[in-house]
T-cell receptor, first 114, second 116 residues
């Protein structure tokens, strides 16, 4: 158990809908990362938050947004969903901004858009 | 920009044998970290081993060791005494740390199948 909790584990929704994925980082970790894993694109970095502030942005679509709350949990909001958004979405956390430790991954949320 | 290349889409290994999974990387930073993750069919990402760019010795964690060749920019994972439970996708990843941690960049992965 990595200590990172993601909910829900599975999500099936229709095109055009909006969903929210939730991530609780390991206790004490300030940095949260979101990744998308799809068959054609592999593992891609979406966005990073550190202590409530957006820190880095990757290949995140404008239809997607995220935030990190004062209790450090994070939510990834996906709207106007398309079939191509079906993927495994991972959240990872790490303690600080400058450390050489691994990022701890949650078990992922498998999103299926039908 | 940082880049990770894993050239082996799939590998087979006999149980109890050793196997090497290849990883090469590209970065202009002097300070970076290299990681290997295992992803079984259940989907979770399991951290295996870490190597820092300034670490002089190759990292080892149980049956996993990282063959770090800095001049060649390679960070191969060696799994000794393979077990059936080692069958999974393996991802090499990298993070630049010179100016604060950058997010992990992953390779496309290698699917390892262990044969009894």
């Amino acid at each position: 158990d990595s200590g990172v909790t993601q909910t829900p584990k599975h999500l099936i929704t229709a095109t055009g809908q909006r969903v929210t994925l939730r991530c609780s980082p390991r206790s004490g970790d300030l940095s949260v990362y979101w990744y998308q894993q799809s068959l054609d694109q592999g593992l891609q970095f979406l966005i990073q938050y550190y202590n409530g502030e957006e820190r880095a942005k990757g290949n995140i679509l404008e239809r997607f947004s995220a935030q990190q709350f004062p209790d450090l949990h994070s939510e990834l909001n996906l709207s106007s969903l398309e079939l191509g958004d079906s993927a495994l979405y991972f959240c990872a956390s790490s303690p600080t901004l400058v450390d050489h430790t691994e990022a701890f991954f949650g078990q992922g949320t498998r999103l299926t858009v039908v | 920009a940082q880049k990770i290349t894993q050239t082996q889409p799939g590998m087979f290994v006999q149980e109890k044998e050793a196997v090497t999974l290849d990883c090469t990387y590209d970065t202009s930073d002097q300070s970076y970290g290299l990681f290997w993750y295992k992803q079984p069919s259940s989907g979770e990402m399991i951290f295996l081993i870490y190597q820092g760019s300034y670490d002089e010795q190759n990292a080892t964690e149980g049956r996993y060791s990282l063959n770090f060749q800095k001049a060649r920019k390679s960070a191969n994972l060696v799994i000794s005494a393979s077990q059936l439970g080692d069958s999974a996708m393996y991802f090499c990843a990298m993070r630049e740390v010179q100016s604060g941690n950058t997010p992990l960049v992953f390779g496309k992965g290698t699917r390892l199948s262990v044969i009894a």
